[in-house]
């Protein structure tokens, strides 16, 4: 009897140990990216169409998928028509719902128009609640808009914690910026006041308050980019091309989120990622401030971490195919490289780019054996050398005579008559005041008057523009080692009168040069100087400048603006000599391009290009108020 019972025991035991639960899968990566450059109820123009949102979409595919090993079958795309809201609601409470497990990354990206809808929860200040426009949206209804609160219902049905969401978009603001062929807000052309208000709607507020809040994806475990804060435009912006590369138009902060997750160490962190994509938003004179959610855990975390999973790449461009000596690579634009650079293999062989697409970079073999599915790493770059051009043609013969005359012997910067042709900025008269308006159609210098004196602040505040831009084009996308430059207090806003000072630190020995673009236009070599002979740097060290021990200080003083302060490490001092009886190395955009090129020739070259693994730059822009 007893033996009967010992093998019945066994046989009710053995179905349990064969069918019991399998063993979980290793954790994965999930992506919903949204695009929607085509409106189906809205045309193609300003609070329409969105040149730059499908390629904006693209790109991050391209990133998640080359560099942070995303499995492509995990990456479900919604371009344009396609993005409509039951569609968007499916893929996030169906697709992803049912397929990301909880150890699962979970990634949503959308970049397209935002609104506003009645507020109907009381919850809004302003009366009215924001919301994600999808392809479908209504002019005269809000049915399809997808409010913050629907969009926090669908987010709460997922099963992880590991939870990105990248928003493109903008909710309010339009009315600070000038139309300009170069731009659009992302912003919805719909009149709020034209819908329909129901009658369970707050009645707190009348609509044209400013908002505060913005759209709201942030739960205790969802991270949130957001490309503006709630009062400010975020811009599709166009980025013109360069020798051997094609133009595009893009999300200015999806275009340079992209290329500093692209360029970003496996050990990076979201909130790393976050302040160099926002610190290159303000060096390239984009008139609005990203938003990282401030409480959640994971903005401390390495990038797209999931547990068990296969580390990011380093930033390589993978080769997709090989004809002859010609190599075709993927990404390109949304890495930034340029014609006559140069990237290596693993096993040495050196390809030079030739020409850069939307989504390809085309290279020549110079040396060695490339493969397909070879990783080919950027080692050299090739810096291009263009004008600042300045668009003339909304004012008359007289002051762009006038113009012209004021800037002789200015050769970083080009007047351009072509009213359809792209300029970094335009100037525009309104009566007898002209005003300088960025491409994104922020005013970058205003009240300046039509006459001699007028013109002359006009041709100083375009020389400081020139210099501004030959500072901030002066940095290392691959640079071997790390520099963190910051000012001391941990503010970039300053009073007049306030002391300034800078903390750097390197990852690698070196000797330390301080530029500043001052905002007066004076570009000046802060460090070295006629007191101060080169720093060298240790690496790991945190040094200060000025000595809080010296007699030396920096003050902010007038006039009130924006300025630039780059600082480079080098194996060896920059060859700039300090004119006689001065205290300091200064000029305009032609000392930026005299410390561009003691800088290359301090960092070598590979085929022409400039090595990038033998110096490091790092840069902050501040700000002195009145």
């Known amino acids: 009897m007893r033996r009967l019972a010992?093998?019945?025991?066994?046989?009710a035991v053995l179905p349990l140990l064969a069918f019991g639960p399998a063993?979980?899968?290793?954790?994965?990566?999930?992506?919903?990216?949204?695009?929607?450059?085509?409106?189906?109820?809205?045309?193609?123009?300003?609070?329409?169409?969105?040149?730059?949102?499908?390629?904006?979409?693209?790109?991050?595919?391209?990133?998640?998928?080359?560099?942070?090993?995303?499995?492509?079958?995990?990456?479900?795309?919604?371009?344009?028509?396609?993005?409509?809201?039951?569609?968007?609601?499916?893929?996030?409470?169906?697709?992803?719902?049912?397929?990301?497990?909880?150890?699962?990354?979970?990634?949503?990206?959308?970049?397209?128009?935002?609104?506003?809808?009645?507020?109907?929860?009381?919850?809004?200040?302003?009366?009215?609640?924001?919301?994600?426009?999808?392809?479908?949206?209504?002019?005269?209804?809000?049915?399809?808009?997808?409010?913050?609160?629907?969009?926090?219902e669908w987010l709460g049905m997922l099963r992880t914690s590991n939870v990105v969401v990248t928003l493109d978009n903008c909710n309010s603001g339009t009315g600070t910026r000038d139309v300009t062929p170069?731009?659009?807000?992302?912003?919805?052309?719909?009149?709020?006041?034209?819908?329909?208000?129901?009658?369970?709607?707050?009645?707190?507020?009348l609509p044209g308050a400013?908002?505060?809040?913005?759209?709201?994806?942030?739960?205790?475990?969802?991270l949130e980019f957001a490309a503006a804060q709630p009062h400010q435009v975020a811009v599709d912006a166009f980025f013109p091309a360069t020798d051997g590369s094609e133009s595009f138009h893009g999300g200015a902060f999806t275009t340079f989120l992209v290329r500093e997750l692209w360029k970003a160490p496996a050990t990076a962190t979201y909130q790393e990622a976050f302040d160099a994509a926002h610190e290159a938003l303000k060096r390239n004179r984009f008139q609005q401030d990203p938003y990282l959610s401030e409480d959640v855990a994971l903005k401390d975390q390495p990038l797209f971490f999931v547990e068990g999973g296969a580390r990011a790449n380093e930033m390589a461009l993978p080769v997709t195919s090989v004809s002859g000596s010609v190599a075709q690579l993927a990404a390109g634009l949304a890495l930034g490289v340029t014609a006559g650079s140069v990237l290596e293999t693993e096993s040495g062989a050196r390809l030079v780019v030739a020409s850069v697409g939307q989504r390809s970079?085309?290279?020549?073999?110079?040396?060695?054996?490339?493969?397909?599915?070879?990783?080919?790493?950027?080692?050299?770059?090739?810096?291009?050398?263009?004008?600042?051009?300045?668009?003339?043609?909304?004012?008359?013969?007289?002051?762009?005579?006038?113009?012209?005359?004021?800037?002789?012997?200015?050769d970083e910067i080009r007047l351009v008559e072509n009213e359809d042709a792209f300029a970094h900025?335009?100037?525009?008269?309104?009566?007898?005041?002209?005003?300088?308006?960025?491409?994104?159609?922020?005013?970058?210098?205003t009240d300046l008057g039509v006459d001699q004196t007028g013109i002359s602040r006009l041709a100083d505040a375009l020389r400081k523009e020139a210099a501004s831009k030959y500072l901030g084009d002066m940095d290392n996308p691959t640079q071997g080692f790390g520099v963190h430059l910051?000012?001391?207090?941990?503010?970039?806003?300053?009073?007049?009168?306030?002391?300034?000072?800078?903390?750097?630190?390197?990852?690698?020995?070196?000797?330390?040069?301080?530029?500043?673009?001052?905002?007066?236009?004076?570009?000046?070599?802060?460090?070295?100087?006629?007191?101060?002979?080169?720093?060298?740097?240790?690496?790991?060290?945190?040094?200060?400048?000025?000595?809080?021990n010296g007699d030396l200080l920096f003050q902010a003083q007038e006039p009130a603006g924006t300025g630039l302060v780059?600082?480079?490490?080098?194996?060896?001092?920059?060859?700039?000599?300090?004119?006689?009886?001065?205290?300091?190395?200064?000029?305009?955009?032609?000392?930026?391009?005299?410390?561009?090129?003691?800088l290359k020739a301090i960092a070598g070259e590979i085929d022409g290009a400039v090595r990038l693994d033998t110096w490091g730059t790092a840069s902050i822009v501040y700000d002195i108020t009145n």
């Open 6 to 11: 010992s093998v019945a025991a066994v046989a």
């Open 210 to 222: 400013e908002d505060a809040t913005g759209f709201d994806a942030t739960q205790t475990r969802v």
């Open 182 to 205: 170069f731009s659009r807000g992302r912003l919805l052309a719909r009149d709020i006041s034209a819908v329909e208000r129901p009658v369970t709607a707050s009645r707190r507020a």
């Open 486 to 548: 910051e000012l001391l207090g941990g503010g970039t806003s300053f009073g007049l009168g306030e002391e300034i000072g800078f903390a750097i630190e390197s990852e690698r020995d070196g000797y330390l040069t301080l530029v500043d673009l001052g905002t007066d236009g004076t570009v000046a070599m802060l460090l070295p100087n006629a007191e101060t002979a080169s720093i060298r740097v240790r690496a790991g060290q945190r040094f200060q400048y000025p000595d809080p």
């Open 566 to 598: 780059r600082a480079f490490v080098t194996s060896e001092p920059l060859d700039i000599a300090i004119p006689s009886g001065e205290d300091y190395a200064f000029g305009g955009a032609a000392f930026a391009a005299q410390v561009a090129a003691a």
């Open 425 to 445: 900025l335009i100037v525009r008269r309104g009566g007898d005041q002209l005003r300088v308006v960025g491409s994104d159609g922020f005013a970058r210098h």
């Open 23 to 152: 063993k979980q899968p290793a954790p994965t990566h999930w992506a919903l990216l949204v695009g929607i450059t085509d409106y189906i109820n809205f045309g193609d123009v300003e609070g329409g169409d969105l040149p730059g949102a499908e390629h904006d979409a693209r790109s991050v595919r391209d990133l998640l998928v080359m560099k942070f090993r995303v499995p492509e079958e995990n990456i479900r795309l919604l371009l344009s028509r396609d993005a409509t809201r039951a569609a968007i609601e499916e893929s996030i409470t169906g697709w992803l719902a049912s397929n990301a497990q909880p150890q699962d990354q979970v990634t949503i990206f959308f970049a397209g128009h935002g609104s506003q809808m009645w507020d109907e929860s009381g919850d809004e200040d302003d009366g009215l609640d924001e919301t994600l426009a999808p392809a479908d949206v209504l002019a005269t209804s809000t049915e399809n808009d997808i409010s913050d609160d629907t969009f926090n």
């Open 361 to 410: 970079t085309v290279a020549n073999v110079t040396s060695g054996s490339v493969r397909a599915g070879d990783q080919a790493r950027l080692v050299a770059f090739r810096y291009s050398v263009s004008p600042l051009l300045v668009n003339v043609a909304a004012v008359d013969s007289r002051i762009v005579a006038g113009l012209r005359s004021a800037l002789s012997g200015s």
